[in-house]
């Protein structure tokens, strides 16, 4: 699966945005998805994951009531709402792709990635 991000941008702190991942082929459904992200200077990490079916779903403390992960499996896209954004929510935002039912935060378990999209949260 080939895995395409946007919706990137600027952003004041408090603020809102949402990220889409759109992906190719008719096998999205067959995949775990989640959502990373990478600050400069420092390692990628965990945001979000959402279960094949879009039921059981998975998140960063630090981004735990702020941000949703979801999934269209009509349209082959997978979502992330970002809201009360924070200037440390500051990083390029990666979807990847697992297939299996597995949720998992381990970044090497996921096969498939976008080529990221900016988010800058800054006043």
């Known amino acids: 699966v080939q895995l395409v991000e946007s919706g990137g941008g600027l952003v004041q702190p408090g603020g809102s945005l949402r990220l889409s991942c759109a992906a190719s082929?008719?096998?999205?459904?067959?995949?775990?998805m989640a959502w990373f992200r990478q600050a400069p200077g420092k390692e990628r990490e965990f945001v979000a994951a959402i279960s094949r079916s879009g039921g059981p779903t998975y998140y960063a403390d630090s981004v735990k009531g702020r941000f949703t992960i979801s999934r269209d499996n009509t349209k082959n896209t997978l979502y992330l709402q970002m809201n009360r954004l924070k200037t440390e929510d500051t990083a390029v935002y990666y979807c990847a792709a697992r297939p299996g039912l597995v949720l998992t935060t381990t970044k090497e378990e996921y096969k498939n990635w976008g080529q990221g999209t900016q988010v800058t949260v800054s006043s």
């Open positions: 082929g008719r096998t999205f459904s067959t995949y775990a």
